[in-house]
């Protein structure tokens, strides 16, 4: 038996890496998928098509989740699809940008930083909300970023992770009166193209042996993470940030 039929799910930045494993997680397990992608329209087509080769049902909807048009025109797309109750929002879309110590950073960059991770959820989360019902959950991807700051020429992106995980705590108090629960993910080395662009080859091996489990995670790990936190196993839990991180890590 599936854990989310019929139910309605929307996946900001969908397309690639732990949010193309999400997408199809989601749908494996009977939502009604919508898969948000900033540019690439080819990975959202070839994620699609993994979604509807496994028998699942989605669509795609192109958006900067920063420009809150854009995040109202992702939610008039679900609606026109499936109807107006959205029962799952799992707000992938975040990134680092780019290394930079603190002399070499300007406040445009670190506002940007925070614009990508923060204010996207934020914007997502508050138009989201009023479509939901009583045992409706949002899933958010912090980092173990958040927890310890980061590595090398990651403030910005830890910091903003870190309000990632303050956010939800917040959004699980605002919301937990109506039925519906807020938790995050906060993965650590996973395999994924993020780190094939920021981690050295050798920073990502002595990460993974330093691992009581000895090696990287896989985007599907944090897949099947999230698709208990969306569906009703998870009733009672709601302002968590759940680590993802082979034990590098214990909070």
């Known amino acids: 038996m599936t854990k989310l039929k019929d139910k309605v799910a929307i996946?900001?930045?969908?397309?690639?890496?732990?949010?193309?494993?999400?997408?199809?997680?989601?749908?494996?397990e009977g939502a009604k998928v919508v898969v948000?992608?900033?540019?690439?329209?080819?990975?959202?087509d070839e994620t699609l098509a993994e979604i509807e080769a496994a028998g699942g049902t989605a669509i795609s909807v192109k958006g900067d989740m920063?420009?809150?048009?854009?995040?109202?025109?992702?939610v008039a797309a679900s609606q026109a699809a499936y109807g107006d109750q959205i029962d799952v929002l799992v707000n992938?879309?975040?990134?680092?940008?780019?290394?930079?110590?603190?002399?070499d950073m300007d406040?445009?960059?670190f506002e940007w930083v925070m614009r990508l991770n923060v204010t996207s959820c934020f914007l997502a989360t508050q138009?989201?909300?009023?479509?939901?019902k009583e045992g409706a959950s949002i899933i958010n991807f912090a980092s173990l970023a958040g927890r310890d700051g980061?590595?090398?020429?990651?403030?910005?992106?830890?910091?903003?992770?870190g309000a990632v995980m303050t956010f939800t705590r917040a959004m699980a108090k605002d919301l937990g009166p109506k039925g519906i629960r807020c938790n995050s993910l906060c993965p650590g080395m996973i395999a994924t193209s993020f780190h094939d662009t920021f981690t050295a080859d050798a920073v990502r091996e002595n990460v993974a042996n330093s691992t009581p489990l000895r090696r990287q995670g896989r985007a599907e790990e944090t897949a099947d993470a999230t698709a208990y936190l969306a569906s009703d196993e998870s009733s009672f839990i709601t302002g968590t940030n759940i680590d993802?991180?082979?034990?590098?890590?214990?909070?």
């Open 11 to 28: 996946v900001t930045g969908g397309s690639r890496d732990i949010g193309r494993a999400v997408s199809v997680k989601l749908a494996a």
């Open 36 to 44: 948000n992608y900033h540019s690439n329209k080819e990975q959202a």
């Open 66 to 74: 920063t420009k809150a048009d854009d995040v109202a025109a992702l």
């Open 92 to 103: 992938v879309v975040g990134g680092m940008v780019e290394r930079k110590g603190l002399a």
């Open 107 to 109: 406040a445009e960059f």
């Open 127 to 132: 138009a989201v909300v009023p479509h939901m």
């Open 150 to 161: 980061g590595g090398p020429g990651a403030a910005a992106y830890a910091t903003s992770k």
């Open 244 to 251: 993802i991180n082979g034990g590098l890590f214990f909070s």
